[in-house]
């Protein structure tokens, strides 16, 4: 070999050489860049699972209260139509009370009307019987012409007397007994009307705590659904991450090997399925460009 050859050949040399030293650098400062995005992601994966370690304790905490909500505003719930419920039976009761009451009105107005009727026919009689005592026999004679008749007549009067009376007594007891009635039941009325005043003052208490409970239930729930939320989309967050480390481990794998990646055709490459569907190719496809934002599909999807 001559110098000229010589001299060429170890500038190769230097060459290779230096050209390996920066593929080293490069593979070296790679390899670095790989393992702190892989701590850097592991690191934020560790704070979102303290953080849905929280929401998910928020969330039980949440659930309870919404619970206890949910009891409380039940029974609330039961006592207002308990209320109603009697309610409805006090104003049934009043009703019928006033049924009672008025028919007793009407049958007093009827008595009434009789004890009117017996009284003017007693009234007359009376009038006949002090007519026929004020006679003279010389005018009871003169007027009637029988003394037998005269006097027959004055008997009927005096007899028809005592059973009118004791017929408008007993009919004056009857009013004044259902008068009695009705003065009781009239003040039976006014106690249950002031029992169902009462009742209607409780149940508006009810209903007011009834608006209140539902409404902090409303919140509640509200407050439920937006923990929920939250949780999973700190569970989505955290799934993207676990995908970006897997991305970076394998990425990290080839890089400390090369030569990991299997050849085509070997068992590691084989189909996940024993019958095989596939959904949706790798690459760019008529459906990848419809759905992702990239235009591509970075998998093979099997159904």
């Known amino acids: 070999m001559n110098k000229k050859s010589l001299k060429f050949y170890i500038f190769l040399v230097i060459v290779g050489v230096i050209i390996g030293i920066q593929n080293t650098n490069v593979s ?4 670095s860049e790989l393992e702190r995005e892989i701590e850097a992601r592991s690191e934020e994966r ?3 699972e303290k953080e849905a370690a929280r929401i998910r304790e928020e969330l039980t905490k949440v659930g309870a209260e919404k619970g206890s909500l949910t009891k409380e505003l039940n029974r609330i719930n039961a ?3 308990d209320l109603d419920n009697t309610i409805k039976k006090t104003q049934n009761t009043i009703d019928s009370l006033g049924l009672t009451i008025n028919k007793n009105s009407q049958e007093i107005s009827r008595y009434n009307s009789e004890i009117e009727g017996y009284a003017g ?7 006949g019987i002090d007519q026929f005592n004020n006679l003279t026999l010389l005018e009871i004679i003169s007027s009637q012409g029988d003394l037998s008749e005269v006097l027959m007549v004055r008997d ?4 028809l007397q005592t059973p009118l009376v004791e017929l408008t007594d007993d009919l004056n007891s009857k009013k004044l007994a259902l008068r009695k009635t009705s003065l009781e039941l009239e003040k039976q009325q006014l106690e249950l ?3 169902k005043d009462i009742l209607d003052d409780q149940r508006s208490i009810v209903r007011e705590k009834e608006q209140e409970q539902a409404e902090i239930l409303s919140e509640t729930e509200k407050k439920e659904s937006s923990v929920r939320n939250n949780l999973n989309s700190t569970l989505a967050t955290i799934a993207a991450l676990d995908k970006e480390i897997r991305d970076f481990e394998s990425k990290l794998e080839f890089a400390l090997n090369p030569n990991s990646i299997p050849e085509k055709g070997s068992a590691v490459f084989d189909w996940p399925l024993e019958s ?5 190719r790798f690459g760019r496809t008529v ?3 419809r759905l992702y934002v990239s235009g591509s599909h970075s998998g093979m999807d099997f159904r």
């Open 287 to 289: 459906s990848s460009q």
């Open 121 to 127: 026919t007693i009234a007359g009689l009376l009038r």
């Open 156 to 159: 009927s009067y005096a007899r």
């Open 79 to 81: 006592e207002r139509k």
């Open 28 to 31: 070296a400062q790679s390899i």
């Open 193 to 195: 009307a002031d029992e």
């Open 276 to 280: 095989v569907l596939i959904t949706q």
């Open 46 to 48: 560790e704070n979102l």
